[in-house]
Every structure is written in C-alpha cells, then in structure tokens.
C-alpha cells in the first residue's frame, strides 16, 4: 500500500499538551456527592463503651449498646447489648439480640436471643425465646400473648404423714445350674 492512499490506516497518537510558563490550568470541579439512598441504618443510635445515655428513646430502628443505657426505648425495632452493654428500663421492640445486662420490663414481639454472655432480668414478654447454652432469664416471663412459661416443678411435699403399706413378703429365688457339658480334648 502506499501512503498516498486514501483508505490506509493511520493511528493517531495522544500527545501531551505543552505547557507555557504563566498559562493556567482548568480547573475541573469535583463531582457534588451525592446523598445515599435511605435505609433502615440511617435510624441506628449506638451508645459506644465508657458512654452513659439516660432519658427516653423514640423511633430508632436498630438501639445498639455497648456502654450503660438507662431508659424507657418505644417505637423502636430491634435492641443489641453486646457483652459490655447495660441496659436498665424499660423496652417495646420487635427484636432483642442480649449479649450484656438488661434489666427492666423487656416486650419483644419478635424473637429474644439471650447470648451465652447475656443475662435478663425483670418482667419479659417475648414471641420466640433462644438461650445459648451460659445465657440467663430471670423474674416474671410469659409469652407476648400471656401464657406463662412455667419451670419444671417438684412434687409437692406434704407434711402429713401418708400411710405406707407393709413391706411384701421376700421372695426367695433358687438357681440351678445345668450339669457342666463333656469338653473334648
């Protein structure tokens, strides 16, 4: 092919433009940041270690305690008190993860997991209950729609005396063992 031709290929290669002393540059603006798209973590309040909160939570979507929570929390979904959180209040909530110390009035419409690090204590009224083998759940505990959840009790003790009948007769058993068997040698 010549060069001469009309249709021959001819790469174009990008060349740097020169720049002049006292010549500027463009400035590019940055991009606006755009705002991110609303989720259920933009309602998350996380009360951080060595942190004291006390007063009246309302509408938060996920209650996370770390530090020391005295408080009543409504309108809210789920609770977490990981294993260096105390709550103390009360609580209305869908879901409950307790891994510290709640102790109060505890409403979990939902499920109540009770880690192996956690321990509930006060009156609880929950849908589903799970306890880690270590977890701990004290005081008065029905079901959210009220029937109690009763431990296994122990035979009642009556302090009568009961009329016991009179020891039978002993029975005496005899073996007899069949004669020993020839053995071949």
Request: charged letters at 0%.
């Given at each position: 092919m010549a060069d001469s031709d009309p249709t021959s290929f001819r790469p174009e290669i990008a060349r740097r433009p020169t720049e002049l002393p006292g010549m500027t540059r463009p400035i590019i603006a940055p991009a606006a940041?755009?705002?991110?798209?609303?989720?259920s973590d933009d309602k998350k309040l996380i009360v951080g270690r060595n942190i004291v909160l006390s007063g009246q939570i309302t509408a938060c979507d996920k209650l996370v305690v770390e530090g020391r929570v005295d408080a009543t929390l409504t309108e809210s979904r789920v609770i977490e008190i990981t294993s260096t959180g105390v709550f103390k209040g009360a609580a209305e909530i869908d879901e409950a993860l307790i891994g510290g110390v709640f102790e109060g009035t505890l409403i979990c419409r939902g499920r109540l997991l009770i880690r192996s690090t956690g321990k509930v204590k006060g009156e609880i009224r929950y849908g589903q209950l799970e306890i880690e083998c270590g977890g701990e759940l004290v005081g008065d505990i029905n079901t959210v729609q009220g029937q109690a959840t009763k431990p296994a009790e122990a035979p009642?003790?009556?302090?009568?005396?009961?009329?016991?009948?009179?020891?039978?007769a002993p029975v005496q058993v005899t073996f007899s063992a069949p004669p020993p068997e020839s053995t071949l040698v």
């Open positions: 940041p755009s705002a991110p798209p609303p989720s009642a003790l009556s302090l009568t005396p009961t009329p016991v009948a009179p020891p039978a």
